[in-house]
């Protein structure tokens, strides 16, 4: 089975910019999340979908993040504007209800605000 | 919420020695613990996972231990080799959902 994937790999954008992440789930997963990995700390969560509910979003910092996943199938993560702060490796992860396997993580967006 | 720390940050063994890394959590509700492995520039990867009505799990050279009591679980890896250098999360967890994840720790296997 295909797995999650993530697009772009890398994305360099000026403090003011905006950039748009995102993330196709392993098909047929309804939980998707997004979490944020700043250089040596934490995995830091973001926010969770459940098909296309926002389940949980205590984690996003702030509103010039937003994320969407319109029909329940792969989701985005708009940084509007980006600040320097916002720098670090953007990953997507699903499961499948029910899973007993732990997520599947996609191999994650470098972001870098210059 | 749930809150997970994880120690050490860094960890360097002698090839063929053993690692610990312990976590704790804050939540004991928490009853799924996966441990993911991160290669540089790979994903994160689950290596193994331990459920809370379990005290150990093997799986070849990798352990884990948990201890419900205390909140606290561990990983053990035996006879290091240097493609064990990674960093290492620990994650916890109600039934899968919602997982929150420590802040890694860098081990270095040494030739």
């Known amino acids: 089975e295909a797995g999650v994937t993530q697009f772009p790999s890398h994305s360099v954008i000026e403090k003011g910019q905006t950039v748009t992440l995102r993330c196709d789930p392993i098909?047929?997963?309804?939980?998707l999340y997004w979490y944020r990995r700043v250089m040596g700390k934490e995995i830091k969560f973001l926010l969770h979908f459940v098909k296309e509910s926002k389940q949980d979003e205590s984690g996003m910092p702030n509103n010039r993040f937003l994320a969407e996943r319109t029909g329940g199938t792969y989701s985005t993560l708009k940084v509007q504007p980006a600040e320097l702060e916002d720098s670090g490796v953007y990953f997507c992860?699903?499961?499948?209800?029910?899973?007993?396997?732990?997520?599947?993580f996609g191999s994650g967006t470098r972001l870098t605000v210059v | 919420g749930e809150n997970v720390e994880q120690h050490p940050s860094t960890l360097s063994v002698q090839e063929g020695d053993s690692a610990v890394i312990k976590c704790t959590y804050s939540?004991?509700?928490?009853?799924?613990f996966p441990w993911y492995k991160q290669e540089l520039g790979k994903r994160p990867q689950l290596i193994i996972d331990?459920?809370?009505?379990?005290g150990e799990k093997k799986d070849q050279r990798i352990a884990v231990t948990l201890n419900k009591t205390a909140k606290h679980f561990s990983l053990h890896i035996t006879e290091t080799q240097p493609e064990d250098s990674a960093v290492y999360f620990c994650a916890a967890s109600k039934w899968n959902n919602d997982m929150r994840f420590g802040a890694g720790t860098r081990l270095t296997v040494k030739p």
């Open positions: 098909s047929g997963h309804d939980n």
């Open positions: 331990i459920r809370s009505n379990v």
């Open positions: 992860a699903s499961s499948h209800s029910g899973t007993v396997f732990g997520y599947t």
């Open positions: 939540d004991s509700a928490s009853n799924y």
